[in-house]
């Protein structure tokens, strides 16, 4: 069995490397139309050129796995603003897809809490429909949108889950197929369990990227470790490794939030379980310190008898 590492959006080590830096809707319409463009090209330049200083750190790192920021490009959604951001940097999509595809990286998107299908209101699914399609255009415009996912949640329950789950099922049918194709579903830590949340994978024939934290927060009827095979058949028409993501809390009473840091304790229920499956996994390591966080932990994975670290960011446990 062999995991793989990966971390979220920020290289925490590397200097002024954000690659979500921003400009709100109000500072736009205050610098004019002229200005307040060629202020989105600036950021969107930058924000493009630190996703490469973090692409190329991770290869340096031999780190294969990685989930690059949904704010990229500031104001993509807005209604008043509507831009084109992929003409002005065709190439520099491009060269970011190149590098992906050479050095066989695995990348994804994460949209917000507020991409969701289970509202009542028609608006939000419309608003929804236009994050995922944002998405996949930065995915066609590196030319890897066949091989890399845009993850979200299932949504919330309004008071009443089953008309909800109803409601995604209805309101998903708004979502090109195309961008459906690359979509993944993610167990909450709140609403949708690991079980509920499994069903709608499977009824929908999504890929499921288990979250162990929420898990662990929001337990469903049964175990993850009779989940596992049939959350990883969700998997098998992508010809793409399960991902799994992985954190810890920040303390007992702050159960939800995520720590700096991932407890080797913690999920070392999950490794057992994986230990005895014997199938391939990716990791996204959801640490409030990033790469840091991501290179302890595989450290300290490590160090388990029987583990043997084959790369800067995979080990293999046999």
């Keep these: 069995m062999k995991i793989r590492f990966g971390f979220v959006s920020i290289a925490t080590r590397l200097w002024e490397a954000s690659p979500a830096k921003t400009v709100t809707f109000k500072r736009y319409c205050q610098l004019g139309k002229e200005n307040g463009m060629q202020k989105l090209l600036e950021i969107t330049k930058q924000n493009i050129a630190n996703t490469k200083r973090v692409l190329y ?4 790192h031999q780190i294969e796995l990685y989930r690059m920021s949904s704010s990229i490009v ?7 603003v509507n831009w084109d951001f992929v003409t002005p940097f065709k190439d520099e999509w491009k060269e970011l897809g190149d590098w992906v ?4 990286l695995r990348i994804s998107f994460h949209p917000n809490q507020f991409t969701l299908f289970t509202s009542p209101k028609p608006q939000i699914t419309l608003n929804a429909v236009k994050d995922m399609e944002f998405h996949f255009k930065m995915l066609e415009a590196m030319g890897v949108q066949k091989q890399a996912v845009i993850n979200i949640h299932v949504g919330g329950a309004y008071g009443d889950k089953e008309s909800a789950t109803f409601r995604f099922h209805e309101n998903l049918r708004s979502l090109p197929q195309i961008v459906k194709q690359q979509m993944t579903l993610e167990n909450d830590d709140k609403t949708y369990t690991t079980d509920e949340t499994l069903a709608i994978c499977q009824k929908e024939r999504i890929p499921m990227v288990f979250d162990y934290h929420h898990h662990m927060v929001n337990i469903g009827v049964k175990a993850f470790q009779d989940l596992l095979p049939a959350m990883f058949s969700t998997w098998e028409h992508t010809q793409l490794v399960p991902k799994i993501h992985i954190s810890s809390p920040k ?12 407890n080797l304790d ?26 840091q966080a991501m290179l302890q932990l595989i450290n ?12 800067g960011g995979t080990v293999e446990w046999k």
């Design 57 to 60: 750190y991770n290869t340096a």
């Design 74 to 80: 500031p104001l993509a959604t807005h209604p008043d």
């Design 101 to 104: 595809k050479t050095n066989h």
């Design 251 to 262: 303390s007992e009473k702050e159960f939800r939030s995520h720590s700096d840091f991932v």
């Design 266 to 291: 913690f999920i070392m229920p999950l490794l057992q379980a994986l230990k005895e499956y014997q199938h391939d996994v990716d990791f996204m390591i959801e640490a409030k310190m990033k790469d």
């Design 300 to 311: 300290d994975v490590a160090k388990i008898r029987g583990v043997k670290r084959i790369s």
